[in-house]
């Protein structure tokens, strides 16, 4: 297994655990899904992979100045933030920022959900 495959069995992991989660592949790449909204993908870059997280524009840029292994995702408006798979990558910072991600397009009931889960 090479690093790319293992980056997106763990990118995978991580986001079906949130509640109702579900992964569709689009234009070539897994996204993860809470309803019908993408939070989280795996994508390919001129042969490289890349996890990109829904962050919204102004943490995006905060995140960009903080982290050099990222970059603004080519298709993302601003809003989503990339970070190259094929290196050493923050597994705890990409948790919380996916469930932040998360959190901005699931329905209320979802983040119930997660709430009841996480004992809150």
């Known amino acids: 297994m090479n690093s790319h495959e293992e980056a997106l069995d763990r990118l995978r992991i ?3 655990r949130l509640p109702e989660a579900s992964e569709k592949n689009s ?3 897994p996204n993860f899904r809470a309803g019908k909204r993408t939070f989280a993908t795996f994508e390919w870059i001129e042969g490289r992979g890349s996890v990109a997280i829904l962050l ?3 943490e995006a840029d905060r995140f960009l100045l903080d982290h050099q292994n990222s970059f603004s995702s080519p298709y993302g ?3 989503w ?3 190259w798979a094929d290196g ?3 597994w705890k910072l990409l948790e919380q920022l996916i469930e932040r991600a998360y959190r901005r397009v ?3 009931r979802m983040i119930a959900a997660l709430e009841n889960e996480r004992g809150g």
């Open 77 to 79: 408006r601003g809003d």
């Open 56 to 58: 919204g524009s102004e």
């Open 14 to 16: 991580l986001c079906m």
């Open 81 to 83: 933030v990339s970070v």
């Open 27 to 29: 234009w070539g790449h």
């Open 88 to 90: 050493e990558l923050d």
């Open 106 to 108: 699931a329905l209320k």
